[in-house]
């Protein structure tokens, strides 16, 4: 008989009902969409729909395990170095993305260009798998939760 011993961790940021799944036999975690979505290069698309703040507080949680492999949604399983420099990129990415929108509010740039120019940024390369639509949609959750965070 084998034994998996398995830690639930509540991931909440992309959304209030996120979970991982740390597998400790294997020291595999796996995130589903907590970390955002790879692009080309060192950008990520940070997908936080409910909260920044908790968003960020997950990757740090989740960095701070030091995983050997790391299982994200909708694209594979990084390995070794690969995991922390996944985590640590997604934090960035987030970061960037999230001042990015905040000075362009901040300007008092309408909602609608704002909107087109996170857009025109992040819906490159593998995103593209996905409509243009629901694209434009998860850019307008991240601008309206940031937007709601700041009144």
Do not use: W
């Not at 509540?10 to 907590?34: E, K, M, T, V």
């Not at 694209?75 to 960037?96: H, N, P, Q, R, W």
């Amino acid at each position: 008989m084998i034994f998996c011993s398995i830690k639930v961790i509540d991931s909440p940021g992309h959304s209030p009902c996120s979970l991982s799944i740390f597998i400790r036999n294997d020291d595999l975690l796996l995130i589903s969409d907590a970390a955002g979505f790879p692009l080309e290069g060192d950008t990520i698309f940070p997908i936080y729909f409910l909260s920044f703040k908790q968003y960020i507080n997950t990757l740090e949680r989740l960095k701070a395990i030091k995983a050997k492999q790391l299982g994200i949604g909708h694209f594979g399983i990084f390995k070794g170095k690969d995991t922390e420099v996944f985590l640590e990129k997604a934090i960035k990415s987030a970061y960037s993305l999230h001042n990015f929108i905040k000075r362009q509010i901040e300007k008092g740039t309408e909602k609608g260009k704002i909107e087109d120019k996170v857009f025109r940024l992040m819906y490159q390369n593998r995103l593209k798998k996905y409509s243009k639509d629901t694209i434009k949609e998860c850019v307008q959750l991240i601008i309206f939760t940031l937007n709601h965070q700041l009144c």
